[in-house]
């Protein structure tokens, strides 16, 4: 069965870090580009970091860039999303997904072949 696990998630004060993890099951991720994607109350779905499967290339959006920092490990078939200096409107569920295309085009449209079931993230105070 192909299957995204998320973790990582939790509840962490203004300024904060969390380190999520996306882990791929019954598939290999090297020949996918990888995203992560969150969702707020209320709100649609939004592309915050994708990368790309070999040549390097990295999404982040506006709001998230020189806070979070995406990354693989094709040995462990994990991505991961190190977020720093979290602020309250990072909150959301975040997941991950996978898909065969350049990382604009999917963390841009919102595009995944497959997707995970989700971490919630919260930053309050």
């Known amino acids: 069965q192909l299957q995204l696990v998320e973790s990582g998630g939790g509840l962490v004060q203004p300024g904060g870090s969390l380190r999520l993890s996306c882990a791929a099951s019954?598939?290999?991720?090297?020949?996918?580009?990888i995203g992560w994607f969150r969702q707020a109350p209320g709100k649609e779905r939004e592309g915050v970091s994708c990368?790309?499967?070999?040549?390097?290339?990295?999404f982040y959006r506006n709001s998230v860039k020189g806070r979070f920092t995406i990354s693989r490990d094709n040995a462990k078939n994990t991505v991961y999303l190190q977020m720093n200096n979290l602020k309250p409107e990072d909150t959301a569920v975040y997941y991950c997904?996978?898909?065969?295309?350049?990382?604009?085009?999917?963390?841009?449209?919102?595009?995944?072949?497959?997707w995970g079931q989700g971490t919630q993230v919260t930053v309050s105070s």
């Open positions: 997904a996978a898909h065969k295309i350049t990382v604009h085009s999917m963390c841009l449209m919102v595009l995944g072949d497959y």
């Open positions: 019954g598939f290999t991720l090297d020949y996918y580009t």
């Open positions: 990368i790309s499967s070999s040549d390097g290339n990295i």
